[in-house]
């Protein structure tokens, strides 16, 4: 069974802080998907990383994948209230499905 | 709107009911998943269909749920005999999947919220 650890499980900072929340396994995983859900809805797709050591930003939010594809990051720069949300990493394997961590739920108040 | 579609977005029963979720996925997209998420938890896999072949079934799938995508293009979510332990969110999900690239990347509705009393 292939398992996705993501730490810390739970982040409250103020608005205009960094954070970076990791996502671990022991399995290698062929592409990695990072999402946001709100509550009462569905996760949302940020992105998507393929290659070892690939490194993608989105504005603020910088996603970097382990060169084993093992792990991978998410670093967030001069946080906001809106980015308030549960970020959940998921991991494929093959052409199957995605195995989903625990995500880190963030609270960022003004 | 063409993303994913789920109904209803939320259903009370009461236990020993049967409920049935639909889902309509973005309309190019050939595959589709059924997730099942707990307070705290990510989503766990249930089940899955490439058009209307249903290929893989998770060990969280009892008996009791029964899952359908007859052309291929909407799914049905069919819990018999509802239990407590059933209440959670069903989130559905589509991607496209072809032969060559394929990161499955998963675009997900914004799911049916079970509540067994």
């Known amino acids: 069974t292939q398992l996705l650890e993501q730490s810390p499980q739970f982040l409250s900072i103020q608005e205009g802080e960094n954070l970076t929340v990791y996502c671990n396994s022991s399995s290698v995983f062929s592409s990695l998907q990072w999402y946001r859900q709100e509550p009462g809805e569905g996760p949302v797709l940020l992105v998507t990383v393929v290659t070892g050591g690939e490194v993608k930003k989105l504005k603020r939010l910088t996603f970097q994948f382990g060169d084993a594809r093992k792990d991978s990051s998410l670093h967030i720069t001069a946080a906001q209230p809106g980015d308030t949300g549960l970020y959940l990493c998921?991991?494929?394997?093959?052409?199957?499905?995605?195995?989903f961590g625990k995500g880190t739920m963030l609270l960022v108040s003004p | 709107d063409t993303g994913v579609s789920q109904n209803p977005r939320h259903k009370i029963t009461k236990r020993g009911q049967n409920v049935t979720f639909r889902c309509d996925p973005i309309?190019?997209?050939?595959?589709l998943y059924w997730y099942r998420q707990t307070l705290g938890q990510g989503p766990e896999f249930l089940t899955y269909f490439q058009n209307e072949a249903q290929l893989e079934k998770s060990r969280l799938l009892s008996d009791r749920f029964s899952a359908e995508r007859p052309k291929g293009s909407f799914s049905t979510l069919e819990i018999q005999r509802t239990e407590q332990g059933d209440s959670a969110m069903y989130l559905c999900?589509?991607?496209?999947?072809?032969?060559?690239?394929?990161?499955?990347?998963?675009?997900f509705g914004p799911g049916t919220r079970l509540t067994v009393l």
């Open positions: 999900a589509s991607s496209s999947f072809s032969s060559g690239f394929f990161y499955n990347e998963q675009f």
């Open positions: 998921a991991g494929a394997s093959g052409y199957s499905t995605l195995t």
């Open positions: 309309s190019e997209h050939n595959r």
